[in-house]
């Protein structure tokens, strides 16, 4: 088992940052990807942003790439994601998710087996 923990959302004006935080506990070593992808109201999940455990290759969504940067921490086992730039359409709850397999689609949700709670990141125009 895996728990996620994301913490950092909040409420910004457009043009301004944040920094989501998702702390990994339990079978860590067992993790080979970790993935954010965000929902919005009455839309699907959406991936944002991939990386490899071992930090070997990151992965964006075009709609992030140039404003979000996605990285993470051995030796507190977390994975960040600093958001700069950030405009209204980025309004959503924000999840982390890990993935125990060497998965070839970081972008599809299923390929992750297990999940955070959520952190609501809301930009203001």
């Known amino acids: 088992q895996v728990q996620l923990v994301e913490s950092g959302g909040g409420l910004v004006q457009a043009g301004g940052s944040l920094r989501l935080s998702c702390a990994v506990s339990?079978?860590?070593?067992?993790?080979?990807?970790m993935g954010w992808f965000r929902q919005a109201p009455g839309k699907e999940r959406e991936f944002v942003s991939a990386?490899?455990?071992?930090?070997?290759?990151?992965y964006y969504a075009d709609s992030v790439k140039g404003r979000f940067t996605i990285s993470r921490d051995i030796a507190k086992n977390t994975v960040y994601l600093q958001m700069n730039s950030l405009k209204p359409g980025d309004t959503a709850v924000y999840y982390c998710?890990?993935?125990?397999?060497?998965?070839?689609?970081?972008?599809?949700?299923?390929?992750?087996?297990?999940w955070g709670q959520g952190t609501q990141v809301t930009v203001s125009s």
């Open positions: 998710a890990a993935d125990q397999d060497y998965s070839s689609y970081p972008e599809r949700p299923m390929e992750y087996d297990y």
């Open positions: 339990g079978r860590t070593f067992s993790t080979k990807n």
């Open positions: 990386i490899r455990w071992t930090g070997i290759w990151t």
